[in-house]
């Protein structure tokens, strides 16, 4: 039976999830900071090349092995995916799928305002312009007071503006305020009209394209290893927005150099990629939210993290980029979202505080490293001929859903709205494993070899039996 596309993949509003983290835990002790700075003196000033290195145990860096194993069990239990824990520029420790990539949900903002100070450094974009002034609207209309919103503001998530966006759920737009309610740059509502008319304006302004500056800008020198301009797309709910989303899908070890990228404010090795005051000011708090604070689409932390300077990038069920200046620490998080599993972030919080409660003093002078070599080539599967391929291409459509199948290269590629473009790995030729989100697919054949449907999951638990267009 299918279920109807009207269900949406599972992106949470943060109040929902971050709500679910207040609980305590018998993990999230006092940290002890009072020998940071004494610590911190030794700089190893490492980066990574085309593969991470790796310092060859713990104890090189100054860190206890078996504390960290505690972490491990922290996670274990939570359900993580993978962990990556970047300690001055190389590997302390990581587990699980660090070169799956997952959908980043709500990281997609930070790294967008990654972007925003590249522009803003090079003249382009001007975040004291009104949005009024840059030609932003909508289907039902902007009043003059919403268009005085400055771009800072939307940056802020404070704009004001209280209109449907694109990737929201039920739960965002019940929580939104009423219209008109706050003057712009007063109010804080994490807002994903706010987020997706800032994609808009950065193409605009800069007459290029989000997912290319990025990967050209950012993910090419910092030698991203499994980033692709395809492994991002435009999501777009016309009933709602004229504006789309612009979900990303990175790999733990990709997330974990963007981190490193700002942990060193920006350079990496010699160049200066994202201006230092960008930098600064991005991952500055300007409105209290939950735990912390928000800066231009970065979470700041309170208390003992927030003392050692820890700001975040997070997404939906599990998903964050911690830097922690304070600990020379970059902490990536991942969850399965495509299975299901959200993880809080509670355990989140937990297995960070543990793994900086495994500091036990400064590194060596000369630590071991060793290289954290790249995972073997991907698995693409059974390889079919010409004419299997072209039998199974084509577009399905299930009640306005719409996915297309193309051949490329002798391999299969799906692409829909709602997911995204994805190489299918062949199993048998109508038996297909979905790249990343490992989820099935399978086509059914008429007597002479040809696909007159498909069946698809977007999620574990989400499936759709689509017929093929003729």
């Not at 002890?32 to 003196?41: F, G, I, L, R, S």
């Not at 304070?326 to 902490?331: D, I, N, Q, Y």
Request: hydrophobic share 40%; glycine share 8%.
């Amino acid at each position: 039976m299918a279920v109807s596309p009207k269900v949406r993949s599972p992106i949470v509003c943060l109040v929902f999830f971050l709500a679910l983290s207040t609980s305590p835990s018998v993990h999230a002790q006092l940290l002890q900071t009072q020998e940071w700075d004494q610590w911190n003196a030794v700089s190893l000033n490492i980066f990574p090349d085309e593969n991470w290195q790796q310092f060859a145990a713990p104890e090189e860096a100054g860190w206890s092995s078996e504390n960290l194993k505690s972490a491990h069990k922290i996670s274990q239990v939570a359900g993580s995916a993978a962990i990556m824990v970047i300690y001055d520029g190389a590997v302390l420790t990581q587990w699980g799928q660090i070169e799956r990539r997952f959908m980043c949900h709500s990281i997609r903002k930070s790294l967008l305002s990654a972007l925003y100070g590249l522009a803003v450094a090079k003249g382009n974009i001007d975040i004291d312009e009104t949005i009024g002034s840059i030609g932003i609207d909508d289907d039902t209309g902007l009043t003059p007071t919403e268009k005085s919103a400055r771009v800072s503001d939307l940056l802020k998530s404070r704009s004001g503006v209280y209109l449907p966006a694109a990737y929201e759920t039920p739960s965002m737009r019940r929580g939104r305020p009423e219209r008109g309610s706050h003057e712009p740059g007063t109010h804080w509502y994490y807002n994903n009209w706010d987020f997706n008319v800032l994609a808009t304006i950065y193409n605009w302004k800069t007459k290029g394209d989000v997912f290319e500056a990025f990967h050209s800008e950012i993910a090419v020198p910092v030698r991203m290893q499994d980033f692709e301009l395809r492994h991002a797309y435009y999501h777009l709910e016309p009933e709602y927005s004229r504006y789309p989303a612009y979900p990303f899908r990175m790999s733990a070890r990709d997330l974990a150099r963007f981190g490193l990228l700002f942990l060193r404010e920006g350079k990496w090795n010699d160049s200066q990629i994202i201006p230092s005051e960008w930098v600064r000011e991005s991952t500055k708090g300007y409105s209290k939210a939950y735990r912390g604070g928000y800066g231009y689409m970065w979470w700041t932390e309170s208390g003992q993290l927030g003392e050692l300077g820890a700001y975040a990038a997070i997404g939906y069920g599990g998903h964050a980029v911690y830097v922690v200046p304070g600990a020379k620490l970059v902490f990536v998080h991942r969850g399965d979202t495509y299975g299901r599993r959200i993880i809080n972030f509670g355990s989140v919080r937990n297995i960070l505080r543990q793994i900086l409660k495994a500091r036990i003093g400064p590194p060596r002078a000369a630590p071991q490293l060793f290289p954290l070599l790249a995972s073997l080539p991907a698995d693409s599967g059974l390889a079919l001929r010409e004419d299997q391929l072209s039998a199974l291409t084509g577009q399905y459509r299930h009640e306005g859903l719409e996915v297309t199948v193309r051949a490329i290269g002798g391999r299969l590629e799906v692409e829909s709205s709602r997911l995204g473009r994805f190489y299918i790995i062949a199993r048998s030729p109508t038996e297909f494993l979905i790249e990343d989100a490992e989820l099935p697919l399978k086509f059914e054949l008429d007597a002479a070899g040809r696909s007159t449907a498909m069946q698809i999951w977007f999620t574990s638990d989400e499936f759709h039996e689509m017929s093929r267009v003729p």
